[in-house]
């Protein structure tokens, strides 16, 4: 089979699941990370034959794929903030809109020092990890309820050679810890109220952890409740709590971290215009 000849055939294949840009994002993931093939080499190639394991290699994507399995669990990684993060089904995949809060706070604080940084609900690490490579001697620590979880973050961090203490925590009761010794406070945590599955893709409903995705209808901000209540005991004066959010939820968020006496309560849009991350300080 030829390069074109398979591009051909897994645009082919995929039509029926995916939009024609999602199907060429993909692919050229695959070029790149099966056959090291740059988007130039794909187009300097088109007509060589491609080696019998890329084949079969290929092969096997598509079945996957068409079973709507994520690619990212298919390749065991995902791309996160300019780095490759192992990702397992013990783990939520990576969004770009994550990306946003990490650069919120890199904005915010890239020119401050030993920072102490916690980071709820680490999941890979991405948040976390990505935090240590990019501020100054900061201390990171990730906190997760999965061990399985920790033990992809562990891998992530060791991979990129940074250093974060793990430690298994449930969001909604954290163990005791040292009142006012945190700078940062952040946290992706689940947000998807259940009544939202009807409209979510099979590929993430089949196979990321619900328990890192979904709250009940009836309280959809027991996270966020949690966590104000850790960050008013565990953050500095002055401290900063970031947060992903659900963006109908948007309102109701700032709400509750203003009756939990957080201060500087401020909504950020994400790249599509939805209120996706909220910000505060403890006074």
Known sequence: MKTNEAISLFRQRMAPLYPASEIDAMMRVIMEEVMHY????????????L????TM??????SRLERHEPLQYILGFARFHGHNFKVT??????RPETEQLVDIIIDEN???EDLNVIDLGTGSGCIAISLARALKF?????TDINNQALDVARENASALKVRVKWLEADMLGMPPMPADSFDIVVSNP??????EQAGMERNVLDYEPHSALFVPDNDPLLFYRAIAQFAMHSLKNGGRLYLEINQYQGEATAALLRNARLTDVAL??????????????KA
């Open 38 to 49: 740059s988007p130039v080499d794909v187009v300097m190639r088109a007509n060589e034959e």
């Open 57 to 62: 290699r290929l092969n096997t994507i598509i």
């Open 51 to 54: 080696p019998e394991f890329f």
């Open 268 to 281: 950020h849009r994400d790249s599509f215009g939805n209120q996706r991350f909220v910000t505060a300080t």
């Open 138 to 142: 900061a201390t990171l620590t990730g």
């Open 190 to 195: 689940p947000y998807i109220t259940m009544s």
């Open 89 to 94: 089904p013990a783990t939520l995949i990576p």
């Open 110 to 112: 890239g020119d401050r």
